[in-house]
Each structure stands twice: as C-alpha cells, then as structure tokens.
C-alpha cells in the first residue's frame, strides 16, 4: 500500500474530520477546505480525483446521499499504521518484526 503525501493529506484530514462527527458525511469541499485551514492549497478537482483514487484503493468508500458523493474511510488511523508497519516488515525483513524492531534501534533512534 504506497501512498504519495497528498493522499496521506487528504486521509489525515478524512480522520480529523471523522474524529468531530464520526456520523458526518465528508465532502470534497470539506477535505478542501479542511486542508485549507492547514495551509495546503489544492484545486477542487485535485483532490476529487486523489479521493476517488483512495476509493479505488479501497481505502476510502464512496457513497451517495441526495446529489452529493460523500466519502469514509475504511479504516481509521492506527490500523492504517499497523498495515503500513506489516508491510515494511514483510517486504524489508521478511516478516520478522523482531530484526524489523532491532534495524530500528540501531538504524533510526538517532534520527528523533
């Protein structure tokens, strides 16, 4: 599951946004405007298209309500982390989570 930053934008602000009303029907407008108050600038039609991608990879669900398309994330922050940590655990270690945590202590504690 690679993401570019402005999916992981968009997802951030899809949780922020779900942690208020987690029964709010979340717009394009709204994750626009959202990202706006953070200082991120997108088009419209940017972030419409980044959306429907995260739809498409089944990180998003897309539903309609009236004449509007709204969107929900499947899973909320933390099982997101847990997937990506999977991921690189199998994919860089093989799935041993043990040298993954060992690679980590003496790799990247130094970078905090």
């Known amino acids: 599951m690679s993401l570019g930053s402005l999916e992981i934008e968009i997802l951030n602000s899809v949780w922020k946004l779900q942690s208020i009303d987690e029964d709010m029907n979340i717009s394009v407008k709204d ?5 706006a108050e953070n200082g991120l600038e997108r088009a419209y039609t940017t972030v419409k298209t980044v959306m429907d991608r995260l739809s498409s990879k089944e990180l998003l669900v897309r ?5 509007k398309f709204f969107y929900k994330t499947v899973m909320d922050k933390n099982e997101m982390a847990v997937a990506a940590i999977k991921e690189i655990s199998s994919q860089f270690f093989e799935g041993d989570d ?14 905090v």
């Open 63 to 67: 539903y309609r309500a009236g004449k």
């Open 31 to 35: 994750i626009v405007d959202d990202m």
């Open 98 to 111: 043990r040298r993954m945590l060992q690679f980590i202590e003496a790799e990247c504690l130094d970078l």
